[in-house]
């Protein structure tokens, strides 16, 4: 049963242009929402987060908008770098059990192309 | 930055055998570590919270008497994949949020959290 869902498991767009990156979640527990970016061989490493009780985001190039009614949150890099290119994840929190645990969709890789 | 490392970063092993994952906080200190399995084309799975000085809390449908863990110290966190099968064969990636000060708030605890680079097991 997948809560956190990213059904594009891919994206190209070109050099300057606009990446939107998709997510869908389930679990309306769901209290925080952060994209992780990763590299190969590296681990996730965090890139942007909303609050539950936010609608958007923004931090330079990167904007998260989340859509509570619908269950949705997008990720937008604008303009978009060969840099960028990535496999991004999209994560929500819940509190169980004493801690803050963390579900991941299945990834979006974006190229980037010059 | 803080840096979490994992060690090794690849393992083949035959089914059966034992494996050990380590992973370790450099430099800064946890007292909780978590641990993630992904299979090819799937998303990062929570396996299990592990806690230092205190036994490990395992999410459902994973078995702890397989999967062993032990979080020694501060800065160290095991996995033990006991007498592996080729079904195990996975990423293993391990984070570990850093001790913030009392009242650091959500965003902050999760923003730091930080991932180790993972280890691919192949059981043969």
């Known amino acids: 049963d997948q809560q956190v869902k990213q059904n594009s498991p891919s994206l190209s767009v070109q050099e300057g242009r606009i990446s939107i990156l998709n997510c869908d979640y389930t679990n309306s527990m769901f209290d925080y929402f952060l994209w992780y970016k990763k590299y190969p061989a590296e681990g996730p490493t965090f890139l942007i987060s909303?609050?539950?009780?936010?609608d958007k985001n923004e931090d330079g190039r990167f904007t998260v908008f989340l859509n509570k009614s619908a269950k949705h949150l997008s990720l937008h890099i604008v303009p978009s770098q060969p840099g960028d290119s990535a496999v991004y994840f999209c994560a929500a929190s819940y509190y169980q059990g004493g801690s803050e645990k963390l579900v991941f969709g299945k990834g979006t890789k974006l190229t980037v192309n010059p | 930055g803080a840096v979490v490392s994992q060690h090794p970063s690849r393992v083949i092993c035959k089914s059966g055998t034992s494996v050990k994952i380590e992973c370790r906080s450099l430099?800064?200190?946890?007292?909780?570590m978590f641990w993630y399995r992904q299979f090819p084309k799937q998303s990062l799975m929570l396996m299990a919270t592990s806690n230092e000085g205190s036994k490990a809390t395992y999410e459902q449908g994973v078995e702890k008497d397989k999967f062993l863990i032990n979080h020694a110290s501060l800065t160290l966190s095991t996995l033990t994949v006991t007498s592996a099968h080729p079904e195990d064969s996975s990423f293993y990636i391990c984070?570990?949020?850093?001790?913030?000060?009392?009242?650091?708030?959500?965003?902050?605890?999760?923003?730091?959290?930080?991932f180790g680079p993972g280890t691919r097991l192949l059981v043969l």
């Open positions: 430099d800064f200190q946890a007292t909780t």
């Open positions: 909303i609050s539950s009780i936010k």
């Open positions: 984070s570990a949020p850093p001790q913030l000060l009392p009242g650091s708030g959500l965003a902050a605890y999760l923003e730091t959290q930080y």
